[in-house]
């Protein structure tokens, strides 16, 4: 059965360092793993989509990698801001299109 | 606009009184599914559903039932609720191995 770990659990960093979010599962078998963030009380928003097929996916300061032999993806934060504050998820979908959460990061940037 | 709608967003009910929360969205997605969060435990996948008459179980689907007969709708029924189910509730579109799409949450409370 897929499990989904998510590392560290919380992390604070001042305003400006670039930062690393790590996501690990234990099957490989995948057909896409995707990084959210969630604000307090509020939704899911889709950050990055990484294909079983691609390494890696980038928006703005973001860069997600994907490497499935080892069975990790990394979140990449460049330049971080206050408002990149939040808990960042990750979920993988599985070859029966089931979807396995990460518990998720809780970032804190301090200005 | 593309989006994912819920209703009811905030509900507060009675145990075993049979309630409905509806999900729709406009972008022509096969896949839809159901997602319940709960503080300690994240997100849990309860139903999904690859298209139209076709559903699957995901990890919490007891005490919920799901039917997709048209492939805009996902709902999701609690025949009888119980104090457990309360939570917050989320419906997510995607087509099959792409992004997923979130609705904004409904806040259920069972008493």
């Known amino acids: 059965k897929q499990e989904v770990t998510q590392i560290p659990a919380a992390l604070s960093v001042p305003e400006g360092e670039n930062l690393v979010l790590n996501c690990s599962f234990t099957d490989s078998a995948i057909y896409n793993l995707q990084w959210f963030r969630q604000d307090p009380g509020k939704g899911l928003t889709s950050l990055l989509l990484?294909?079983?097929s691609q390494r890696e996916q980038t928006s703005g300061r973001l860069n997600a990698s994907l490497d499935k032999s080892s069975g990790r993806s990394t979140l990449y934060i460049a330049a971080s801001q206050p408002g990149d504050s939040a808990t960042y998820l990750c979920a993988v979908k599985g070859s029966n299109y089931q979807l396995i959460w990460g518990a998720g990061t809780k970032l804190i940037i301090k200005p | 606009e593309a989006q994912v709608t819920q209703n009811p967003r905030y509900l507060i009910t009675v145990t075993g009184k049979k309630l409905t929360v509806t999900c729709s969205q406009n972008?022509?997605?096969?896949?839809m599914s159901w997602y319940r969060q709960d503080p300690g435990l994240g997100l849990r996948q309860i139903y999904y559903?690859?298209?139209?008459?076709?559903?699957d179980k995901g990890d919490v689907p007891e005490g919920y039932k799901v039917s997709r007969k048209e492939k805009r709708n996902f709902p999701l029924i609690l025949e009888s609720p119980s104090p457990n189910q309360t939570s917050l509730y989320f419906c997510?579109?995607?087509?099959?191995?792409?992004?997923?799409?979130f609705g904004e949450g409904s806040r259920l409370t069972v008493l």
């Open positions: 997510a579109s995607s087509v099959n191995t792409g992004e997923l799409f």
């Open positions: 559903s690859m298209n139209v008459e076709v559903t």
């Open positions: 990484i294909q079983s």
């Open positions: 972008m022509n997605h096969e896949y």
